[in-house]
């Protein structure tokens, strides 16, 4: 367990209901503290979700459109503000400001786990319906790991 994040998060939460605020992602938060396995949960529940998204006109191939489409998804769905870094057939690389699973944390302790395996999930789940392709995401690194501004991810997408 990382001790130093959890006593962060109930220090966080008995300020927020004192004040009668929500403590939903701080919730989460300390349920991160409690241990690796739990990121593997995030991604498969966000993956559902991101399947659920149901895209009109599928399945797209072309990668520009693919991308397009993404960014008006995550704005349609609030999933936080796209930046595209890289992207070729294969890969879309992008920042994503205004995190929802991490926006409301503190960067507690500069760790190297990364936290928004739920956004990974939802991004692949979407593109895959989208595309027609098995994908994967993954956090490349996190707000929370304390080395940078926004959350980086990167989904990978099937060229064969
Ligand atoms: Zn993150």
Known sequence: MDRKLMEEMLTRMKLHLLK???IGNLKVGALF??????SAIFYYVGHELGSKI???NGPITEIGQIIAKFIEITQQYHLGEIIIDEQDNGHITFHLADCNSCKDLPVATPSDNSFCSFEAGVFAGIVERMSNKRCFAQELECRLQGRASHCQFMIVIPTD
């Open 20 to 22: 009668g605020e929500d």
């Open 33 to 38: 503290a409690l241990g690796e396995q739990l």
């Open 54 to 56: 149901e895209i009109e």
